[in-house]
């Protein structure tokens, strides 16, 4: 790639031409949040960080430059630790604009009911209507309710 082109904007370009939108370019929060109105795909590009999905007794997983996460509306995520330079990528799919939960009460059972109604994704963030995410998604949405 020569030196002048920007990999993150060429990234972002990516995820907007395949209908992932209102990215942007920071950290993942370092505590635990999630979305009930967007499914959210994550793009690591510099760095690299421990995330945990499911809230406090979920899943821990090393995040390394060049992953990518799809996360499900309803599934909590938070940055446990990362190197200084971490930075990532996030969009979300095209007319799902995210909000912002933490398991507190009084969200439920809007946020069910927000989660139940959103469609899925057209298409995988990087390689469109062909890509792996198409393939892979959930088949029974309602499996898809880990909140906090």
Known sequence: MPQDEN???IL?????????TYSWED??????HYH????????ITRGSARIQFGG???ITLQADVGDVFIIPAGVAHKR?????????VGAYPAGQKYDMNYGETGERPATDTNIKKLPLPENDPLYGNDGPLNKN????RDQVTTLL
Do not use: M, R
Request: hydrophobic share 35%; proline share 5%.
């Open 56 to 58: 406090p007794g979920g």
């Open 7 to 9: 990999p993150v904007a």
């Open 12 to 20: 972002k370009e990516i995820l907007e031409t395949n209908n992932w």
């Open 36 to 43: 009930s109105t967007a499914h959210e795909a994550i793009v």
């Open 27 to 32: 950290c993942i929060y370092d505590y635990h």
């Open 80 to 88: 446990i630790d990362s190197a200084e330079n971490f930075t990532c």
């Open 137 to 140: 998604w959930f088949s029974q």
